[in-house]
């Protein structure tokens, strides 16, 4: 999965339009960001890139921008 993809999947876990979701905002911002939402992107993370997100990480994720930086190493670069 690459970048694109993956944001475009998040914005739909927060109930996003395409394109509204901004990698520097604070996701405590956005009203769907709950503990739903975080096990969500959890089970989505172990289940597209096989990598389980640490408690220790999750509690230091405030942007979706942390999030591109923890998943760097799993995101492909091809535009499928």
């Known amino acids: 999965m690459n970048r694109e993809t993956f944001i475009r999947e998040f914005e739909a ?23 739903m939402t975080q096990l969500t992107l ?4 172990d289940n597209h890139f096989q990598y389980t997100l640490e408690l220790t990480e999750m509690e230091k994720i405030k942007t ?10 799993y995101l492909t670069t091809d535009t499928q």
């Open 13 to 35: 876990m927060l109930d996003l339009s395409q394109g509204q979701l901004q990698l520097q905002e604070q996701l405590s911002g956005y009203h769907s960001w709950d503990s």
């Open 42 to 45: 959890i089970a989505f993370i």
């Open 64 to 73: 979706t921008h942390d999030i591109l930086k923890i998943l760097k190493p």
